[in-house]
């Protein structure tokens, strides 16, 4: 397949499902199978458009982020709040990331693990959808502590390609008694750390291979994919929340489990 079809197509996948409860690692890796490219080739491409679905969330909420660093800078409680819940979120993966690189590359070769990924989460999203006691709205700094680690460590299990990082955040957020919206943007902020830390990681690890030329797949693949992620993952964040208010999670989770159960079935 030509390399900027390649590209652009790769960037509406992540754009598309990285905010989504669908797993955008596993869309990617399932993606090599049904477009037939080398993923090893598209690893550090991969990485990198992640941090055009970064900048979306930083400017679908700029208002929300020079708020927070002005109230920082004077000292304000809640702004104070809300950056002390982020950092206790981030935390957990941060340190398990590092202490478990070498298996969770192991598991991102396994297109299986994602299919059979994708079935399960589903199911447990269906699961919480129908037993979680959402509380009154409120909002990212409102939340205690405790729930804010708790996010955190739910967010741990999206190590395993194709549980999703938005979908354990959102799903963990949920089940803490966390209302919708305020679930869904306590997940884009917290992507914010969470994929920069990994991107840094993972560019640091390739650092040999951007020193000595990527092969086929160059920085013009790179920035069409950055860009095509940025504007699909822009017009994502802003449906979603609108979305979820109104029809809830169900249709991901059907989507999940039909999409797994496909991948189950033809990687059989």
């Known amino acids: ?65 020079w708020a927070v660093g002005r109230g920082i800078l004077k000292l304000e409680a809640m702004s104070i709040a809300f950056l002390r819940n982020i950092l206790l979120a981030f935390l957990p993966s941060a340190v398990l990331g590092l202490l478990l690189k070498d298996q969770i590359d192991v598991m991102l070769g396994s297109p299986m693990l994602v299919g059979w990924a994708l079935i399960v989460g589903g199911i447990a999203i269906l699961v919480i959808e129908r037993v979680a006691k959402p509380g009154p709205a409120s909002g990212v700094a409102q939340l205690p502590a405790r729930q804010a680690l708790g996010v955190g460590l739910v967010q741990c299990l999206s190590m395993i390609p194709g549980v999703s990082r938005s979908g354990a955040t959102i799903m963990g957020a949920l089940a803490m008694g966390i209302e919708r919206r305020t679930a869904a943007e306590f997940s884009f902020f917290l992507a914010i750390p969470t994929m920069m830390g990994a991107t840094t990681l993972e560019l640091w690890g390739s650092r040999e291979a951007l020193a000595s030329g990527m092969g086929p797949v160059g920085w013009g693949e790179i920035a069409i994919g950055f860009a095509v992620s940025f504007v699909v993952a822009l017009a994502v964040i802003r449906g979603f929340v609108a979305f979820v208010s109104r029809s809830g999670f169900a249709p991901f989770a059907w989507y999940r489990i039909v999409a797994g159960a496909v991948a189950v079935w033809l990687l059989s």
Do not use: C
């Open 1 to 65: 397949m030509d390399l900027t079809l390649t590209a652009i197509l790769l960037g509406i996948v992540e754009g598309l499902t990285e905010f989504l409860p669908v797993s955008s690692t596993g869309h990617l890796i399932l993606a090599s199978e049904v477009f037939g490219y080398d993923a090893e080739q598209w690893k550090v491409f991969n990485v990198v458009i992640q941090l055009g679905a970064i900048l979306a969330v930083v400017v679908q909420y700029w208002r929300t982020f």
